[in-house]
């Protein structure tokens, strides 16, 4: 049972989750001389840890409240905060403190000014909450702070740093328009929904970091101006995005210094940097998915372009973004990936005839790596897996073209001897005439045959050689 006790003797009970001796604390600095006097389930209560969702209507919580702010007493430790909170346009010059209160409904911060520090650490808002046009003059941070609804930063200025640390965005979170001077940092934050970024400002002192951050949609960048630097950092247990579902776009953003931008240990797609300058980005331990089935990896990146509605000259701004890619990855020496990239570039329009290129190139990257296909391998046009080392087209077009007339050297030899020996064995009597002739004819017709296709190769080769140029 409760204790009967006058109200001065008893102790505000805060919170189930408080132990004793942070109780006491929370007593001397939160409740102060406030009456214990409200019964909530068999505990006793100030009005400003009541858990009543109705005590703004029940009991003086909204004239407490409105004389600590007035006279800059801002400590609201497992404060709960019932009802509509209009705290906007106030100016908070002490440090504010809101670890572990609780918002059960809108909670607004639109216009007000922080100049010192303030914690929103393990604050739950049941509700949308709203800092809009808010100023932070010093560090801000949200460690396991938990946003049941909507969120919106839009429009704010963030001068100090700014720490989400494990905290939860249930629904879209925005940052449109704000203008960031220093650190903002999601270190293994949860966005559920949209978190957007659209038309906001990184000055040139910025520093934007999402670390093992989990997106479940969309991170929008688009008309946003990025001076400062920004930093996508994955793990091999979280890399950040999935697909296009939880994709970042910068479509329309402009990037001061495309140096700054940094993707390390994360899974992309190439089809989400179409009309993005990423030739400075550093891309680091990045995961490509499905990139080694070129065809079919080129459909699904137009595929996606056509969903985006990105439908003038899909295939030509497909093209120039893996050129980027391919002289990022050269100038990094990354040459895996830049080989790769030219193959993607080159393969993005080309016709099935023009693909016939991939036995020629494989050869050439055999000869390139330090690995000599066998004499047997050439005389029987073997179907080479492609190693993953580094080799121009333009370097090696000599001796890849003296393979060829080494390949088709040897296989003329052998129709040659095939037709020798039909004419040998004619003239001992063990061939007819008609097998003669129709060997003969069949050698021959191979002959012609064989040097066309020798040409054409060389011809697709050399066509190759000249596209190269482009990179």
Same mark, same amino acid.
């Not at 808010?134 to 429009?155: N, W």
């Not at 970042?248 to 240990?265: C, D, M, R």
């Not at 055999?366 to 492609?386: R, S």
């Given at each position: ?107 607004? +911060?639109?216009? #007000?000014? *922080?100049?010192?520090? $303030? =914690? !929103?650490?393990?604050?739950? &808002? %049941?509700? /949308? @909450? ?44 925005? +940052?449109?328009? #704000?203008? *960031?001077?220093?650190? $903002? =940092? !999601?270190?293994?934050?949860? &966005? %559920?929904? /949209? @978190? ?44 950040? +995005? ?18 700054? @931008? ?210």
């Amino acid at each position: 049972m409760p204790s009967q006790h006058p109200t001065t003797e008893r102790r505000c009970f805060v919170h189930e989750s408080s132990d004793t001796v942070l109780k006491h604390l929370y007593n001397t600095t939160v409740c102060q001389d406030l009456p214990v006097e409200h019964e909530y389930e068999d505990n006793w209560y100030c009005v400003l840890h009541l858990p009543d969702d109705l005590k703004h209507q029940t009991t003086d919580f909204i004239h407490v409240l409105n004389s600590r702010l007035e006279r800059q007493d801002s400590n609201f430790d497992y404060v709960y905060f019932s009802g509509p909170v209009h705290l906007g346009t106030y100016n908070f010059t002490s440090t504010v403190d809101f670890t572990n209160a609780t918002f059960t409904s809108l909670a607004n +911060f639109d216009n #007000a000014t *922080f100049f010192e520090k $303030v =914690k !929103f650490n393990k604050t739950t &808002f %049941n509700s /949308f @909450v709203s800092f809009e046009k808010t100023t932070f003059l010093s560090d801000a941070k949200f460690e396991q702070t938990d946003f049941k609804k909507g969120s919106s930063f839009d429009k704010s200025t963030f001068k100090g740093d700014i720490y989400f640390l494990s905290s939860n965005f249930n629904r879209q979170c925005s +940052f449109y328009k #704000a203008k *960031f001077f220093g650190s $903002v =940092k !999601f270190l293994r934050t949860e &966005f %559920n929904d /949209f @978190v957007v970024f659209s038309n906001a400002v990184f000055e040139e002192q910025s520093l934007i970091i999402f670390w093992e951050t989990k997106f479940l949609s969309h991170t929008l960048f688009g008309g946003s101006i990025i001076k400062g630097d920004l930093n996508f950092i994955g793990s091999p247990r979280n890399k950040l +995005f999935e697909g296009d579902h939880n994709a970042p776009q910068f479509l329309w953003s402009k990037i001061a210094n495309t140096g700054k @931008v940094t993707f390390e240990e994360v899974l992309l797609y190439p089809r989400w940097f179409v009309d993005v300058d990423i030739s400075k980005f550093n891309f680091t331990r990045i995961e490509w998915k499905n990139i080694d089935d070129i065809d079919r990896f080129i459909k699904e990146e137009l595929e996606s372009l056509k969903k985006r509605e990105i439908t003038h000259q899909p295939i030509e701004m497909l093209k120039t973004t893996y050129k980027q890619f391919a002289l990022n990855a050269v100038e990094n020496e990354r040459h895996s990936e830049a080989l790769m990239f030219r193959r993607l570039a080159a393969n993005a329009d080309l016709s099935g005839a023009e693909k016939k290129l991939t036995f020629l190139q494989s050869v050439a990257d055999l000869y390139g790596a330090g690995k000599k296909p066998t004499f047997l391998q050439l005389v029987l046009h073997w179907d080479f897996k492609t190693p993953q080392k580094s080799f121009s087209l333009r370097n090696g077009f000599y001796t890849f073209v003296g393979a060829l007339f080494i390949i088709s050297f040897v296989r003329l030899i052998i129709a040659g001897l095939i037709t020798q020996l039909c004419f040998s064995l004619h003239i001992n009597g063990r061939v007819s005439d008609d097998i003669t002739v129709a060997v003969n004819l069949v050698c021959s017709i191979y002959f012609i045959l064989e040097l066309a296709d020798l040409y054409n190769k060389i011809r697709i080769a050399y066509s190759a050689k000249i596209m190269e140029r482009s990179f």
